[in-house]
């Protein structure tokens, strides 16, 4: 897949380059990739599918992707996209008979974060709430990405996910009945 049509042993060179560059980066960020995946599928074992689709992807695409200004962003736009894209499989809906742990395994908790009740109910409301939506309060929220940041993953307008946090957050609110053990994010945070 690396490399480009030179002839030689340039080529398997610059191919053996790319390869080395594209694991180190990999083995690198695949915890903060698996970590929000995990936050937008809820469920560990789709988290890591959309993880593998977007790995595939950035695979076949490496040369652009070092190419690229900001490579984290990049693929963190990958991973949303395969993320939207699976929501919109039919399979996508069938829950699975299998508990969900509560953190991504292989990850040290988070520091500072509620307790297991109201971590739970969180992500029980986050999971009922639109795929879109459920990306925009993920990657603004938790992953702590700004709005124009978040609309270049997305690639939509800042417009469109300042309205679908707004809309995310009052699903969300809802979803939680008021609950006003629950903290949340003040709306217009920019």
């Given amino acids: 897949m690396f ?29 903060a990739l698996r970590r929000i995946a995990h936050l937008l599928c809820k469920d560990p074992h789709r988290a890591d599918d959309v993880v593998q689709a977007a790995l595939t992807k950035l695979y076949v695409h490496w040369n652009r992707a070092r190419a690229a200004d900001d490579l984290d962003r990049y693929v963190h736009t990958i991973l949303v996209r395969c993320f939207l894209n699976e929501q919109r499989l039919g399979w996508a809906r069938v829950v699975r008979l299998s508990g969900a742990p509560h953190e991504t395994p292989g990850l040290p908790p988070v520091a500072g974060v509620p307790d297991i009740e109201t971590r739970t109910v969180v992500h029980t409301a986050l999971a009922r709430i639109p795929a879109r939506q459920r990306a925009v309060l993920v990657l603004r929220f938790l992953c702590d990405l700004p709005v124009a940041e978040v609309a270049a993953v997305l690639g939509c307008s800042e417009g469109n996910v300042k309205s679908q946090t707004a809309r995310g957050l009052a699903r969300l609110r809802a979803q939680l009945g008021g609950q006003p053990s629950v903290p949340m994010p003040p709306v217009g945070k920019e």
């Fill in 3 to 31: 490399g480009d049509r030179a002839s030689g042993g340039r080529a398997s060179e610059d191919r053996a380059e790319a390869e080395g560059a594209y694991t180190a980066y990999v083995s690198a960020r695949l915890p």
